[in-house]
């Protein structure tokens, strides 16, 4: 069954962009948070915002980036975008998966670690080596992740490499 009417295109459309735009304004959020927890805080503070990143992870960027994949699949099968159509496209979806794995398996343990080292701890928990692993991993990861979807709306937008098998033509003038 393939999508013909605009409408049914542009919810599908919409769908996306609105679940790109909570995985990447989440992801940004949770880096600037993990980021710039620095000296002065108290254990209570440092917490809060263990916390906070936790829950941004939990209900924003998780349901922002299965979002983005299921409508992104639902795009490419129910309408004539095709999966390997355009090479963009299929990069974009080896993309999103990749990025999706990487939030589970490496960046979503870390993020969820550290909650737990400081609420155990308190204040001295931003001194242990446990946490600073899990806080430079997220860090480093969330720096990559970050510049992974960046490079993807970029692509999205830019539309590069042309249609799959067609010969592009400079134009003269």
């Known amino acids: 069954m393939k999508i013909k009417g605009k409408t049914g ?84 979806l080896v993309l999103t998966v990749l990025l999706v794995l990487s939030g589970v398996f490496f960046l979503g343990p870390h993020l969820n670690a550290q909650p737990e080292l400081i609420a155990g701890a308190g204040l001295p928990a931003l001194e242990d080596d446990a946490y600073r692993t899990h806080r430079f991993s997220s860090i480093l990861g969330g720096s990559l992740q970050i510049l992974a979807l960046l490079f993807t709306l970029s692509i999205s937008t830019l539309k590069p490499w042309g249609k799959k098998g067609a010969k592009t033509e400079k134009k003269e003038g």
Request: charge should be positive.
């Open 9 to 92: 295109r542009g919810i599908l459309k919409i769908t996306h962009i609105f679940f790109s735009s909570l995985w990447v304004g989440g992801a940004i959020a949770v880096y600037l948070m993990t980021l710039f927890l620095g000296p002065g805080v108290t254990g209570e503070e440092a917490y809060g915002y263990a916390l906070a990143a936790k829950f941004v992870d939990d209900l924003v960027i998780v349901p922002g980036a299965l979002g983005s994949l299921v409508s992104g699949v639902l795009i490419c099968s129910l309408t004539g975008w095709g999966f390997f159509k355009h090479p963009f496209v299929a990069v974009k």
